[in-house]
């Protein structure tokens, strides 16, 4: 099966990379890492731009692989399409989508909602552009069913009347997928993919799904409580919980995927895609540094490993074979900070100053639409984040959405209300935000807008040394600068 989808594929034999070749510094595409695998975090909380990076460098890569979350994740590409400017919001499919070269991989580590992964793939294909022949999926990832997410919304309503703290979800079901994996009653995709040609393997399912509906039936029952369960929310439970429909549908979607013989064995593929056959991968995170499970901000976090450490749980790639190779980690960080959902943010500026950068910015959830929470840039939660994965570069987006400001200004440390004073690393204990201090730095701003500037030397100085001050307080070189959202508008900072 494996060779077979190497051969499937077809991109070996198309793409006439060079591997040995010294990078051309002079090329098109020259500001991009020559790696042999990259991986591109959020080092924030999420909504840093990573998508823009991905889509940039994807096609100077065979395979783009995602290793945690599922459609809790948003990533916005903007592509043009026969001189039309087109705009995809993607949240599952990987951001090599727009480049038909590259292969597109969820790693075992992802939680898959097939009916939203479906609905992307459509408006992929809507566009002209191939994707299901494209898509690989780890037999090993878990599924999310249309029941975790209901539970996981009618969770979100208990906690606003007050029972528990409010986290502020996607309602996408993420949560009460890992919870079932760690729980051992989840369901994967190799569990359904094959039920609609093989009778044994469908009871089998069948048994899987229908365990697993009483098991939920039983624990969240107190859930339809009216107090949070809508009317349309019952509907959807007995919908939800009918097996005839989840079969029916699970059966459709196993012929669907078979038919594009896209569901394998993702460990042994890719270990082989870096081994044997010395092929380029791109690895992109979903959500951020800051809401990872262990050293997030707990609770307010998300349910999966963000960090770098992740990629070797989430895809099978063993620490030891990352060593061995030209292995690049790039941190993607906004220009000041944003925050979607609930939970601590130090530098949050005052409701109106927030509304105010949140319009300029277009800062509304690609997956929730809601507005998020604006900041000046935190310092300190940058470098927290880079003392955790040891970022080789970092691309700093947006810096064009703070001109304008006469002054800017950078969070460079906590001051609690013990007395203490922290620099390079976040609270522990959610408390201590609660009369914190931020230390800020204030620079000078600028006025030009800068959107068509190409060159850094050609940035206002007030904003060149915007950027060489955050590169001296962190410690992290500044590749490129993003100056607004299309592929082409960003700055290589070679120096």
């Known amino acids: 099966m494996k060779d077979f989808i190497f051969e499937k594929q077809k991109f070996f034999s198309s793409i006439k990379r060079q591997f040995s070749k010294p990078w051309d510094y002079t090329s098109k595409r020259s500001h991009y890492p020559n790696s042999q695998v990259t991986l591109v975090l959020g080092s924030q909380w999420g909504d840093e731009g990573k998508g823009k990076l991905v889509d940039q460098i994807a096609n100077e890569y065979d395979i783009i692989c995602r290793f945690n979350g599922g459609n809790n994740a948003g990533h916005s590409v903007v592509t043009t399409i026969n001189g039309k400017k087109i705009k995809l919001g993607l949240h599952l499919f990987p951001c090599g989508a ?41 037999s090993h990832a878990q599924i999310v069913p249309d029941l975790f997410q209901l539970i996981d919304g009618l969770e979100e309503n208990e906690k606003s009347l007050g029972v528990a703290k409010k986290i502020g979800t996607t309602r996408k079901g993420i949560g009460v997928t890992y919870a079932m994996e760690k729980d051992r009653i989840g369901l994967r995709v190799g569990d359904f993919y094959g039920i609609h040609n093989d009778v044994i393997q469908k009871m089998q399912f069948e048994e899987q799904l229908s365990s697993l509906i ?36 699970y059966t459709k979607y196993s012929k669907i995927l078979s038919n594009h013989n896209t569901v394998i064995n993702t460990m042994d593929y890719l270990n082989d895609a870096i081994k044997k056959f010395g092929k380029k991968i791109l690895i992109e995170g979903a959500n951020g540094v800051l809401l990872d499970t262990e050293y997030g ?24 074979l990352l060593k061995k190779i030209d292995f690049n980690v790039i941190g993607v960080a906004k220009a000041y900070q944003t925050r979607v959902g609930e939970g ?65 200004k950078l969070g460079v440390g906590y001051r609690l209300k013990n007395g203490q004073t922290l620099h390079k690393t976040i609270p522990i204990d959610n408390s201590n935000y609660d009369d914190l201090e931020v230390i800020y730095e204030t620079l000078p701003g600028w006025k030009e807008d800068i959107t068509g500037i190409r060159s850094f030397e050609d940035l206002p100085i007030n ?33």
């Open 98 to 138: 727009l480049h038909e070269n590259t292969v597109n991989l969820l790693g075992n580590g992802t939680v898959i909602h097939i009916p939203s992964l479906f609905e992307e793939v459509k408006l992929i294909e809507d566009i002209g552009i191939n994707a299901l022949s494209r898509l690989l999926i780890s």
């Open 297 to 320: 901000t707990y609770p307010y976090v998300t349910s999966s490993c963000t960090l770098s450490a992740g990629i070797c749980t989430g895809l099978g790639i063993p620490p030891r």
């Open 214 to 249: 009483r098991i939920c039936k039983g624990r969240f029952n107190y859930l339809l409580d009216p107090k949070f369960c809508s009317k349309e929310d019952r509907r959807k439970w007995d919908e939800y919980t009918n097996i005839k429909r989840a079969m029916d549908r």
């Open 344 to 408: 601590p943010m130090a530098t949050e500026l005052p409701k109106e100053e927030n509304t105010e950068m949140a319009l300029k910015g277009g800062e509304f959830g690609v997956t929730t639409g809601r507005q998020r929470r604006c900041g000046w840039l935190d310092i300190v939660a940058l470098k927290y984040s880079h003392q955790l994965n040891e970022f080789d570069q970092l691309i700093l987006t947006k810096l064009d959405i703070l001109s304008g400001y006469d002054t800017v």
């Open 463 to 495: 904003a060149q040394n915007y950027v060489r001050r955050i590169e001296k307080l962190t410690g992290i070189f500044i590749r490129w600068i993003g100056v607004g959202p299309d592929r082409e508008e960003t700055i290589e900072k070679l120096h």
